[in-house]
C-alpha cells in the first residue's frame, strides 16, 4: 500500500506536474486511507488534472501500486472500479476518486452517498491547497518584484563605483612602458591597482550573491558578515546622497539559523530605506547585539537613522503591501522584511528616536 503511494509521488514529482500544489500528494494518501477504512474498500485511488484539460495523473493511491495517468475521458488506470466520482471545483471537474470494494460487489446506497459527499469534501481540500500554493506563490513574485526593484536601485551607483577604480587601473597600464624601470611606480601603483581590482571583483561578487541567491535553505549565518555585505553594496548610494553608514558589530554574536539570501533582503530594504530618508549629512548607524532579555536570547540588528521620521499616523501602516510615502515607491520593502522576519520566528518593529528620526529593530531567535 505504502509502496504504492510512494511510487505515485515519486512518477508524479518525476513528470513535474507545475499545476499541482506538491503538499496534496501527504494529505491526499492519509484521505484516501480514511477512505478505504470508512466503508472498507479492498483499495482506492485519487486522480487529479495536472493542468486544464491535461491528463489525470494519480496523486495517491491505495492498495493498488502504480497507476499510470489518464486521458480525461478514458477509462481510468487501475480498474475494475465499482465507483468513479468527479471531484468538482466549482464549474470543473479537477479530478476523480476512483472505489474498489472488496470483492468487486456494489457498495449499498449509504456508502455511496457518504462516499459522494468524502469526494465532495476532497475536492474542498483541493481547492483550499490550490490556494495556499497560489498564495505562496503571490507572496514569492512580491519578494522577487522587490529584489529587482532594490537591484535597480542598487545598479546605477555600483556602476558608477566600478567605474572609477577602472580609471586607475587603467592609467597604471598605460604609463606602465615608460616607467617599467621605476621600482617605486611599479610596487605602489601595482599595490594600488590591486587593491581596487579586488574591491570591485568583492562588490560584484557581493551583488551577484543578492541578485542571484542559492535556493531558500536555512543555515548557521553570521549576521554581521551579512550587515557588512550590505552595507559595501549600499556605499556608493549612501555617498551619492551624502549620508554616512556607520556600522557597530558585537563581535561575541552568535551564529543564527536563517536563509541568508532572504535576511539580506531584509537588511537591503531597511538599510535602504534609512539611507533614503536621511537628508545629506544624515547619518545611519547599524548596530548588531544580543538580546538576553526575553526567555530565549536572540540577535538584534538596530538600525537607526537620522532622517525625517515616520508620521505617527503611518506608522500602522509601513508594514502593509504597496503602502509608501515615496514617489517612486513599490510599498513592498518593508512587507517583505516582516514577511521573511516572521516566517523565520523573529520580528521587526519600527519606533521614533529620541533625537529623531527612526530605529527599525530586527530580532532573529
Ligand atoms: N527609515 C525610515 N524613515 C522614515 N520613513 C520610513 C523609513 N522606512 C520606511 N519608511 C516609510 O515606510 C514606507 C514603506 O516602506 P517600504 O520600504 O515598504 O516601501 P518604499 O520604501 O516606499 O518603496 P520601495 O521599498 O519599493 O522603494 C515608506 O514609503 C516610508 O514612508
Ligand atoms: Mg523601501
Known amino acids: 500500500m505504502a509502496g504504492g503511494r510512494t511510487g505515485a509521488r515519486r512518477r508524479r514529482e518525476g513528470r513535474g506536474n507545475g499545476g499541482l500544489p506538491a503538499e496534496v500528494a501527504g494529505p491526499a494518501g492519509a484521505f484516501l486511507e480514511l477512505v478505504v477504512r470508512a466503508l472498507g474498500l479492498e483499495r482506492a485511488a485519487l486522480l487529479l488534472e495536472s493542468s486544464p484539460g491535461a491528463l489525470l495523473v494519480p496523486v495517491a493511491t491505495h492498495g493498488v501500486g502504480d497507476l499510470p495517468p489518464c486521458e480525461p475521458d478514458a477509462e481510468p488506470p487501475g480498474g475494475p472500479w465499482t465507483l468513479a466520482l468527479p471531484l468538482r471545483s466549482g464549474l470543473r471537474v479537477a479530478g476523480m476518486l476512483l472505489l474498489a470494494p472488496r470483492g468487486g460487489v456494489a457498495l449499498p446506497p449509504a456508502d455511496v452517498d457518504l462516499a459522494g459527499r468524502m469526494a465532495e469534501a476532497a475536492a474542498l481540500l483541493l481547492e483550499h491547497a490550490q490556494l495556499a ?15 529587482l526593484s532594490a537591484l535597480g536601485t542598487l545598479a546605477a551607483s555600483v556602476a558608477h563605483e566600478i567605474r572609477n577604480p577602472l580609471v586607475s587601473v587603467r592609467t597604471f597600464i598605460q604609463l606602465l612602458p615608460e616607467r617599467l624601470g621605476d621600482q617605486e611606480f611599479r610596487t605602489t601603483f601595482r599595490d594600488l591597482a590591486l587593491g581596487e581590482v579586488e574591491r570591485i571583483c568583492g562588490l560584484i561578487n557581493d551583488l551577484l550573491a543578492f541578485a542571484r541567491p542559492a535556493p531558500a535553505q536555512v543555515e548557521p549565518t553570521d549576521l554581521n558578515e551579512l550587515v557588512a555585505q550590505i552595507v559595501r553594496l549600499l556605499d556608493a548610494e ?3 546622497r551624502g549620508v554616512v553608514v556607520a556600522c557597530m558589530s558585537d563581535p561575541a554574536l552568535p551564529l543564527v539559523t536563517v536563509d541568508e539570501a532572504q535576511v539580506k533582503q531584509v537588511l537591503m530594504n531597511v538599510i535602504l530605506n534609512a539611507i533614503e530618508a536621511c537628508a545629506a549629512r544624515g547619518r545611519v548607524e547599524i548596530t548588531t ?5 526575553g526567555e530565549e536570547s536572540s540577535c538584534v540588528v538596530a538600525v537607526a537613522d537620522s532622517g525625517r521620521g515616520i508620521a505617527p499616523e503611518h506608522l500602522e501602516q509601513i508594514f502593509d503591501p504597496f503602502f509608501t510615502t515615496k514617489d517612486a515607491g513599490s510599498g513592498l520593502g518593508l512587507f517583505v522584511a516582516h514577511e521573511i522576519v516572521t516566517h523565520h520566528g523573529g520580528g521587526i518593529t519600527a519606533a521614533p528616536r529620541a533625537e529623531g528620526g527612526t530605529v527599525f529593530t530586527i530580532h532573529f531567535p
Not at 497560489?134 to 529584489?147: F, G, N, P, Q, S
Open 133 to 147: 500554493a497560489d498564495l505562496v506563490r503571490a507572496h514569492e513574485l512580491l519578494a522577487r518584484a522587490d529584489r
Open 238 to 240: 549612501a555617498r551619492r
Open 289 to 293: 547585539r544580543t538580546d538576553e532579555s
